[in-house]
């Protein structure tokens, strides 16, 4: 003989422990789903911010070699002559005599008190006729400031720390790159 349950009682229970154990699924399924979806978009944000960043140091590095024809080539930039403490046209000199250490260049530096944003920086091309750079929300910005250095026997040399800020793609992403320069 084969044992069968009552019909109204099995049956019933199966088919809700189904419906159950089914809608448990689909709330799993859909979780992984949204959770999958929030973490594509999260590094999609991450891609392109580290584009845009890597958009404003090239920005950046290429306004330093900017500044560095500026000065080779431009014919405005001899020792410390045509600088002054009032930064004009980019140019700023704060007075300090570095000695031999050179440990009196930081005492107040001049990017420190300008706008890089506006004059008295100078936008990339602006002396030495190069193209805008693509891509950026706004061309990167520079200033030069002359540095004389006392050397052992007195004899002085010039030295020109960079500074310069650019922008990515985004206002928001903003790149400062600095190097002392002697031509």
Not at 110 to 123: C, D, E, F, N
């Amino acid at each position: 003989m084969i044992n069968r349950p009552y019909i109204g009682q099995s049956a019933s229970r199966q088919r809700g422990v189904a419906l159950i154990t089914g809608l448990i699924f689909l709330v799993v399924l859909t979780l992984l789903g949204i959770t999958a979806a929030r973490m594509s978009s999260l590094e999609e944000r991450m891609s392109g911010n580290t584009r845009d960043r890597s958009l404003a140091v090239q920005a950046a590095e290429m306004a330093l070699r900017d500044a560095e024809l500026d000065i080779r080539n431009s014919g405005r930039v001899s020792g410390i002559t045509g600088f002054v403490s009032a930064c004009t046209n980019g140019l700023c000199y704060n007075g300090i005599q570095g000695n031999v250490s050179g440990t009196d260049w930081n005492v107040t530096p001049a990017w420190s008190l300008v706008s890089m944003t506006a004059a008295p920086s100078v936008a990339y091309g602006d002396y030495t006729a190069a193209t805008d750079i693509a891509g950026l929300w706004a061309q990167p910005r520079y200033i030069i400031e002359g540095l004389r250095k006392i050397l052992p026997g007195g004899e002085e040399a010039f030295y020109y720390r960079i500074t310069v800020r650019a922008l990515g793609a985004n206002p928001n992403t903003v790149v400062w790159l600095q190097e002392v320069f002697k031509p």
